[in-house]
């Protein structure tokens, strides 16, 4: 989930009696999976809470080119620095998507920029683990990108007209990505050295338990997820949608001939799940409060692009003013 | 990038369709929106052509004009070719 842990606003779920008549007329919509569109009357809370889900899941796209970047200069072919670079291009376009979703609800872009600046709003924790081997492109495109598979798909049904049109959008793109990343794996396992092997083995274990981190928390007692849930704005808990990914991914895993760093996973063939070992959730808010082990250095780096693109954007302006005050002299 | 005029896309999937609505770009002028609009929604081959629209030119009708735009059409059901019942024998027409 791009998007771990958004604030409703909501203590515990109003009943329709509990609700004013705006309230519950907009309630049955979304019940009756009628989309809400800019236009129609929300509930404040509805409001907010997508600005606030929507930006965090913007703000991962964006951060989420960094890890990546960090390898264009460093692939190994030209194929591969050329689909990386696609990659990349495809999540600055689902930023976007994303960022003109969010201000149909009446967000301003730039403020919502500068809280991410200022530590304010949240981008998914996995984008704050540092990608140290070439295997790790491989295993981002493949989990990563795989678990956000699995969140966004059930997104499309989202109860808000331009979210759930930007995520369907997106998950058009995003298989690409998931596929060549397993594709990188997959080469390495079959015509690898043992050590690129033993590389693929490595990024796996760094990265599993921060993929699984990517769904969020329990969903148990937590009322934002309930909200949510009611307002359809997700469509499935957390821990359901871990567990979709966990079920699908292990087979990929053993056709790699790789394992997981997790003792306690086993098939339940009673529940006709993967059962798995616990999340160390000590680290998933760590990370997530700003103290993961790249967090600083993927701010300052979004800063940084802004603060020095600034006089590009500046001069695009004067440009702009430039060309019609000709044009009007012209007329 | 507040400075930046907000456009709306529209994209021509393929010869003899319409245009459709896709999203939206910012853009310092129509010339960067055009660029902008094909970078973010024709990356695969999506569109043989695309329009860009300043957002705030768009006059749009509002949920609460609904019922007197769209309703008075419910009950004139003699615009609908279902309405006039025609005998067997005429076949289809």
Redesign the interface.
Known sequence: MYAQLVETGAKRLKTLEEMSPEEREFQEKVDAETKI?P???MPEGYRKTLVRQISQHAHSEVVGMLPEGNWVTRAPTLKRKLQLMAKI??EA?HG??LY?AM?TLGA???EEIEKLHQGKAKYSSIFNYPTLNWADMGAVGWLVDGAAIVNQVVLQRTSYGPYS??MV?ICK?ESFHQRQGYQILLDMMREGTEEQKAMVQDAINRLWWPALMMFGPHDDESPNSQQSLAWKIKRKSNDELRQMFIDQTIPQLEFLGCTAPDPDLKWNEETGHYDFGEINWQEFYDVLNGNGPCNRERINTRKKAIDEGAWV?EA??A??KK??QRAQEAA | MSEWRLYEVFVRSKHGLNHKHVGSVHASDAEMAMENARDLYTRRSEGVSIWVVPSDTITASTSDEKEVLFDPSEDKIYRHASFYELPDEVGHM
Do not use: F, I
């Open positions: 569109e236009k129609n009357w291009q495809d376009g976007l998507y003109s201000e301003d872009r730039d049109r930007a959008r793109e954007r695009a302006v440009y702009a060309q019609k």
